[in-house]
Every structure is written in structure tokens, then in C-alpha cells.
């Protein structure tokens, strides 16, 4: 039974999601991973987390690494040795904010984060690794446990899929970068943390992203739409923020305009990717008006290190 006073969904509601769902799993299964194939390799960054012994202590080891006990009872230093995690823990975390409910091409760009979320997602689940999501931009950070299967992360996506429109602001604590800062104070583990947003959102991301690119592998998927980018020549045109509500009337056909507003949109753009690049983190692009499995796997084939982690 649904909880009290929250509607039950329709079949057609039902249905419409589950056959989503099936679409994203084998849009991944088939035309991704058919192309990252192989053996599984372990996670290469940093040492890992699982000591198999000890060796004398060089110049240049970490000292936090240092065996105490061991050293007492030589005299000598000694450090831990570790071997690398082969369990790669994924969080994924999601811009569910009102700027993503927009789209004027094939789909709006709240879609090519679900998108996303399944991409990595499944790809998680391939290998056998655990796969967690953290939503924000809406009245409370959301949280799905990380777990490992293809069961999880089809859960994982039910509820990303069934998080509420916003026609609004984020409220206080559940921005883009309150979310990241909540998952650096949890997730401890070294492993890969995906953020997908337009990253429009004018809270400080860019120091929780960096502090999560310290210990982890960060990727961030910046989702745009065209439009976002260059206005079109279509006389008097209404736009409306969608989380202020402020409506401004453009008259489009002034080409200097076009043109003020296309360099700004650039500026714009040029800066979100200096400032992801800044905090340490990997980045690619998403459009609403392009194939998004062909610019995941771009993505994919260029980073080597990536893609053997996954393959």
C-alpha cells in the first residue's frame, strides 16, 4: 500500500517507467559494453586499502604508512604494505533542480542525467561493484544506499525517475553543493564519484568537488541545451527562470544581441569547464540534441584508466 495521502501511480505511469528503464539497460548493454571489453582490473589509483605485509621504510614512503609495532620491535622502520581495491565503490550524484527541466530538442536535460545515473550505473554492476546515488535540488538531499547488482541500480533509477519536478530555489542544505559536501563526509572509501548538472547552480560546488577529487576519481558530466548556448532568430521571445519565476521578454531578431548572448553563453561555458578542471576532476558533455551513449562512450575510450576499470 503507498503511504497515506501520496497517490498511487497509474498502470500507464508504471509501465511508461519500467519500459525506460528496459530502453537505458540495453541501450548500455548493447552498443557500451559490447565496446569496453576484457578482464577486470583493479582499481590503479593510490595505494589500497588492504595491507598483505610489511617492507623496510625508503625514502620517499608515505609516513602515514608506517607500522609502529613492527618498527618498535626491529628498530627499523617499516611500512604497510597494501594491495590495490579491487571493489570500486560508486556514488553517483544527481542535479535534480528546476534548470534541469528544460529542453528544446530530442528530450530535456533532467532526462540525460537519468541517462547518465544508468550508464555508470549499470556499468558498476557489470563488474560487480557497489553503486549509490545522492539526489539534490529539491527540498531534501536524497539518498539510495550503494549496493551491487543490476536490481540496485534499476532501483536507483526508479528513484531518481520518480523524484518530483521543483518550481523553485533548492531549499537550504539540499543544493548541488551541499551534496557533494555530505558525500565527502561519508564516503571515506577511496573510490569514483560521478556528478551529472548544468551546474548552474550558484552555491560554492566547485570546493566540495575539489575536496572529493583528493581521494577519489571524479567525473563530471556538465548537461546543456542548445539553446543555453545561442538564441534563435524568432522575433519576441518570453523566457522564464524556472526557479526565480522571473519572466523577461527578448526581442531575438536584434543580431547584436544574438550575438552578446552567445559570447556570454560562451564565457559561461568556458568557465564551468575551468572550474571542474581546477577542482581535479574529469569532464564531457551532454546535450539535449545529441546521441548520449556516443558521447559516454567518447568519453569512455579516451580515458584509458577509466575504461580498464570498467571493462
Known amino acids: 500500500m503507498p503511504p497515506e495521502g501520496v497517490p498511487a501511480a497509474t498502470p500507464s505511469q508504471v509501465a511508461s517507467k519500467a519500459a525506460l528503464l ?3 539497460e540495453l541501450d548500455v548493454t548493447r552498443r557500451i559494453e559490447g565496446v569496453l571489453s576484457g578482464a577486470y582490473v583493479a582499481y590503479g589509483r593510490g595505494p589500497g586499502s588492504e595491507r598483505v605485509g610489511a617492507r623496510r621504510y625508503e625514502p620517499g614512503d608515505d609516513a602515514r604508512r608506517i607500522d609502529w609495532n613492527l618498527t618498535a620491535r626491529t628498530m627499523h622502520p617499516h611500512v604497510h604494505v597494501t594491495e590495490p581495491d579491487r571493489e570500486l565503490e560508486t556514488w553517483f550524484v544527481a542535479d535534480q533542480s528546476a534548470s534541469l527541466d528544460f529542453g528544446t530538442a530530442e528530450r ?5 542525467v537519468l541517462a547518465a545515473v544508468a550508464t555508470f550505473g549499470f556499468m558498476a554492476a557489470r563488474s560487480g561493484n557497489r553503486f549509490g546515488l545522492l539526489t539534490a535540488g529539491g527540498a531534501a538531499i536524497g539518498r539510495v544506499p550503494a549496493r551491487t547488482g ?4 534499476l532501483a536507483a533509477l526508479s ?3 520518480d523524484t ?3 518550481e523553485s530555489a533548492p531549499s537550504p542544505g539540499a543544493d548541488l553543493a551541499a551534496a557533494l559536501t555530505q558525500l565527502q563526509r561519508t564516503h571515506r572509501r577511496r573510490g569514483r564519484v560521478v556528478v551529472a548538472s548544468d551546474f548552474l547552480d550558484p552555491g560554492d560546488w566547485r570546493t566540495p568537488l575539489a575536496h572529493l577529487a583528493l581521494h577519489h576519481d571524479v567525473v563530471a558530466v556538465h548537461v546543456i541545451d542548445r ?3 545561442e538564441l534563435p532568430d524568432v522575433g519576441m521571445l518570453r523566457v522564464v527562470d524556472p526557479e526565480t519565476g522571473r519572466l523577461l521578454e527578448v526581442q531575438t531578431r536584434s543580431r547584436a544581441l544574438r550575438d552578446r548572448y552567445a559570447a556570454a553563453a560562451a564565457e559561461r561555458r568556458d568557465a564551468i569547464r575551468a572550474d571542474i578542471a581546477q577542482a581535479g576532476a574529469a569532464s564531457f558533455e551532454l546535450r539535449t540534441d545529441g546521441d548520449w551513449v556516443l558521447d559516454v562512450l567518447r568519453f569512455l575510450t ?10
Open 22 to 24: 528496459h530502453r537505458f
Open 108 to 112: 530535456e536535460k533532467r532526462e540525460l
Open 150 to 153: 543490476r536490481v540496485a541500480v
Open 159 to 161: 528513484s531518481l525517475y
Open 164 to 166: 518530483p519536478r521543483h
Open 227 to 229: 539553446r543555453e548556448l
Open 302 to 311: 579516451t580515458r584509458t584508466t577509466f575504461a580498464r576499470t570498467y571493462a
